[in-house]
């Protein structure tokens, strides 16, 4: 069966410091990947996704970047973070018809 | 653009009916989705409908879409307390595209 991990559940970091969350997809090949964040009374954020290894679609110009270095593994990375870059961080992943399914989320906080 | 609406708060006593509604943009979307999110988790998977569907009905969940209007609604038979939860609706055009999301609905079950 499929697994998703993304890690770490949480993490406080200063402002102007790196940022890395890794996300890795078992059980399946060449997933559908996608990060999205979640603010308060904003739902869902699509920030990036991704069809196939080296391909990043970006949704939001914004202080973050993505990269897929393998099949199975999406990593999402700042240089500097903001404060605004606080929220709580989704990994997903779908086959190549229909549905997503989540990663339990990284809770980020800038201070 | 798409956009998908969906009212923020809803409280019911457990025994009733809850009704989540949301409205979406896009009459291209071929599949519609519920997830349900729990304090401090991912997103959970509920149920899907396929454009060409009318209802689709799984135990104590059912959903109908009225594709002319653009509206989607998930019916919760019988609701209780552990189904107090933010509830997210999601189109999708296509299954190689990303979802996009309501911003939630709060459900509250009042014992």
Redesign the interface.
């Known amino acids: 069966s499929q697994t998703i991990h ?1 890690w770490p559940a949480t993490l406080v970091q200063p402002v102007g410091s790196p940022l890395s969350l890794e996300c890795t997809v078992e059980g399946t090949s060449n997933p ?1 990947l ?1 990060w ?1 964040r979640q603010a308060a ?4 954020q ?1 920030l990036f ?1 991704s ?1 196939g290894i080296g391909q990043i679609s970006s ?1 939001v110009p914004q202080n973050l970047s993505a990269s897929r270095p393998q099949d199975r593994q999406f990593i999402l990375s700042s240089k500097k973070l903001l404060l605004s870059d606080s929220g709580f961080y ?1 990994c ?1 992943w ?12 990284t ?1 980020l906080t800038v201070v | 653009g798409e956009d998908v609406e969906q009212s ?1 708060f809803l409280s019911v006593r457990e025994g009733d009916s809850s009704v989540i509604n949301c409205t979406y943009t896009d009459s291209s979307s071929t ?1 519609l ?1 519920w ?1 349900k999110q729990e304090p ?6 509920l149920t ?1 409908i396929f454009s060409n569907m009318d209802m689709k009905q799984d135990q104590r969940l059912t959903v109908l879409l009225n594709k002319k209007d653009k509206h989607l609604s998930l019916r919760i038979a019988d609701t209780q307390t552990g189904d107090s939860a933010i509830y ?1 609706c ?1 189109e ?1 055009y296509s ?2 595209t ?7 609905t709060r459900l509250s079950v009042i014992a």
Not at chain 1, 41 to 44: D, F, H, P, Q, V
Not at chain 1, 94 to 105: I, K
Request: no cysteine; net charge positive.
């Open positions: 993304q559908n996608y999205y009374g904003r739902g869902l699509l996704y069809v949704e989704l997903a779908s086959p190549t018809v229909a549905e997503a399914f989540f990663g339990q989320g809770r | 923020l599949y989705y997830y401090g988790a991912g997103l959970q998977l899907y997210f999601a999708q299954g190689n990303p979802l996009v999301f309501g911003k939630g």
